[in-house]
């Protein structure tokens, strides 16, 4: 797999999971997308990756939708989650 067919891999797992953070992202890459690490690491394309999530964020806002548990570093009370005590779910 060439870097651009795992970045649209990254982009339609976020779509599908509605990911909110790229630090979930980068932590189902550690945990079982491994080979999405390459990708992360590049400094130029892991900024690409989170610029899109963040616009993603701004139309979901805007629509008032709620992310998915576990989704977001935010917690439903207030105030947000350390991303490496996150529980990954390894089905997803």
């Known amino acids: 797999m060439d870097k651009d067919e795992i970045i649209s891999e990254i982009i ?3 779509d599908k999971n ?3 953070s790229i630090s979930i992202v980068y932590r189902y890459a550690e945990v079982k997308y491994k080979h999405w690490l390459d990708v992360l690491k590049d400094k130029e394309r892991y900024k690409g990756i989170k ?3 963040k616009s993603r964020n701004y ?3 805007a629509e008032k939708i709620k992310a998915p548990e576990g ?3 935010y917690k439903k009370g ?5 991303p490496l005590s996150l529980e990954i779910d390894k089905e997803k």
């Not at 207030?78 to 350390?82: A, F, I, K």
């Open 78 to 82: 207030g105030g947000m989650l350390n």
């Open 18 to 20: 509605d990911c909110r």
């Open 71 to 73: 989704m977001t570093l």
């Open 51 to 53: 610029f899109y999530i």
């Open 59 to 61: 139309g979901q806002r």
């Open 12 to 14: 339609e797992w976020i």
